[in-house]
């Protein structure tokens, strides 16, 4: 069973959270305050943690750190705070995604399944994975480095290749702009999110039917990039 840990002190949140996490056969605990929350993920160890920034006795932020002392569980940051600068914080301390409140719970359950299969697949029991990514539009072979589209073949330049391996291979999941610049472009290429925005549109005219409405290739202004099947 997947345990999740609700760090949230809004009690009917907590409850609407939980009970629609164990409608679908997940194990839930709650702590409304971060203390709590970093001793229940300490002696529970979850399986991912889905947090709220704004708690009574510390930032979520610090939370982020702390947790990621020792643990690489995935953290979903739930939070009416909306600024660039606060999702960026977010996922520099080490989140693996960010959602906004009022949310959806679908969407929510959606990146849940997003980062616990991306945490699965990571440890030593999830290695037999495909390598072919097939998506409506096109399809992604990851081993033999190919691109097909409408039966043809598409040829992708090294960077477009590498941007696109990057989301291909965490479906769902947010990856911010500083990780696609640094490995992609390496440690010097901090700023340059314009190489990101004529890539991305490179790799969109290439694979996606409408590059104008992407459905694959997903922009989260100000944040990052997310790959959708
Ligand atoms: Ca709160």
Redesign the pocket.
Known sequence: MTRVLVV???PQLVRSLVINLQARQYGADAAPDGATALRLAATNRPDAILL?????DMDGIDVIKGLRGWTSAPILVV??RHGAADKIQALDAGADDFITKPFSMDELLARLRAATRRGADRSPAGTAETTVVNTPSFSVDLFAKKVRRDGHEIRLTPTEWHLLEILICNPGRLISQRRLLQEVWGSGAGGKTNYLRVYMAQLRSKLEADPSRPRHLITEPGMGYRFEV
């Open positions: 949230e002190d809004d709220d920034l704004g708690l009574p939070s009416a």
